[in-house]
């Protein structure tokens, strides 16, 4: 095996969370009085956190927002997610098999996302008890993906080099993140982002196929 550790992004390339987060953002929105958006515009809102992703959101409406409807919509959104993250969610088809087998190979096996660390480790523990040697999710105070100190601070807790580490994503964050921290890069066109998307935004390595992942790791 050409590396020690496989570093995966969660939302879009673990598990389908596409279904409960925009119950979650409609959820958040329909206490505060705005209309629901589709599944297909919050998926394009995904990314960069969920403060990103409430600004996104705010911006598909007509008029100006201001910071208190932010703030109301992100404690909102925040609150019925942690509740509720594990509806309409789950691993995509191969995933939990591609994991078993790297994991009994002896990869070492790490989570690291934008997402908000509670449903982060609620959705690990449900999905993959067991399964990973470092998960992080989004803290406050914390750099977000595409800053490499996500993934430096995670190759330091493991005693990994950057040369023995390859980041799984599936979007340009991922692309720019394995980019920015020194690491190979495997991109999958299952999740949120089109293979053209990918390309155009700089991958190399994609797989549409996670049971493609062993293979491109050799």
């Known amino acids: 095996m050409r590396y020690r550790l496989a570093c995966f992004d969660l939302d879009g390339t673990l598990l389908d969370t596409l279904p409960g ?64 993250c594990i509806e309409r969610t789950k691993p995509y088809d191969g995933i939990t098999e591609m994991l078993s087998k790297l994991k009994s190979s002896g990869m070492v096996l790490a989570v690291v996302t934008n997402k908000d660390e509670v449903p982060t480790q609620i959705l690990i523990d449900h999905f993959f008890p067991d399964t990973f040697d470092y998960v992080r999710g989004s803290q406050p105070g914390m750099l977000h993906k595409p800053d490499p100190e996500v993934v430096r601070r995670c190759l330091d807790s493991l005693s990994v080099e950057p040369e023995d580490c390859v980041y799984i994503g599936d979007s340009e964050v991922d692309i720019r993140t394995a980019v920015n921290s020194g690491i190979d890069l495997i991109s999958c066109d ?10 155009e935004n700089g991958a190399g ?7 493609d992942i062993w293979r491109l790791m050799q």
């Open 205 to 211: 390595k994609i797989c549409s196929d996670p049971a």
């Open 21 to 84: 987060l925009a119950n979650a953002l409609n959820a958040a929105r329909k206490m505060n009085g705005l209309a629901p958006q589709t599944e297909e515009r919050v998926k394009s809102f995904i990314g960069n956190g969920v403060e990103k992703m409430i600004e996104r959101s705010l911006d598909d409406d007509p008029g100006i927002w201001d910071e208190d409807l932010k703030k109301r919509l992100l404690n909102d959104r925040l609150s019925y997610y942690a509740a509720n």
């Open 190 to 199: 299952w999740g949120y982002r089109s293979r053209a998307f990918l390309t």
